[in-house]
């Protein structure tokens, strides 16, 4: 299985506080630095899980982006498209003691893909998978369009990820909708937020419904979540899970969430 995962790589900086946060003073934390962005975690995941997996998207050489870049090839992910000298995305996470985190993106660079700089042997795939965030911002959305289409060619299923209920609201739900529909995506997948933002499933599309603790509807097949002894934290959990199902279906989904949040940081 070739996975082409269409989304950002960005330096991720995870805070873990061991305490409630203490205003205009110390919080003791837990902090860990890795490669992120929901294209580049998909990828490293779907390499974890036995799958051949190509990173596609913008990035910079400056001193983030270069530290992205080799912690994402360490995880035998094949890194493609065009770099720029400055400004890598840098995402800071703050994961809460119950495991639930938020996130601060700078997304950098990776908003200015063009489609003139897609190449059609980067899509030379099975499976093309986009990042909801592609969507969301011009030049890249058109990029992501002509990756669908050069993907389509080659023979490949396309996938997408809806992403962040606070950035579809903020695009408009009806216009975000409107964007992936014409994508024709053969799989979404959503959280309950997302869908509910988002308007519902697309009629013909497998409808892949991520409810946390609580487990995962795969096209309405309800599957619990898997046990796990502790909740570290839940960031990445949802590109592990679409990971595991494009490579090996709903069983290897639901393991690969399970590892993902019982570790600090999204990448395997």
Known sequence: ???????????????????ELARDADTPARISVSAGGQGANVAAWVAELGGEARWLGKRATDPAGRL?????AHHAVELCGPLEPERNGVVVSLAQRDGARSMFPDRGVAVDLRPDEVRPQWLDCDHLHVSGYALLAE??????RRAVELARAAGARVSVDLSSWSTIEAAGAST????????RPDV???????????????AGT????????????????ERP?????????????????????????PTVALEAAARCVARLGSMP
């Open 68 to 72: 992205a870049a080799e912690l994402l």
């Open 225 to 249: 979540a898997l046990p796990v002894d502790r909740v570290v934290d839940t960031t990445g959990a949802g590109d592990a899970l679409a990971a595991g199902y494009l490579v090996g279906g």
């Open 206 to 221: 497998t409808w892949i419904l991520k409810r946390g603790a609580r487990g995962c509807s795969f096209d309405g097949d």
């Open 176 to 183: 975000f909708r409107e964007l992936v529909e014409a994508l």
């Open 139 to 144: 030049p890249v959305s058109s990029a992501a």
């Open 188 to 202: 979404v997948f959503a959280n309950e937020d997302e869908e509910r933002v988002f308007g519902g499933p697309l």
């Open 1 to 19: 299985m070739r996975v082409v995962s269409l989304g950002d790589l960005v330096l991720d900086v995870v805070v873990r506080a061991d305490r």
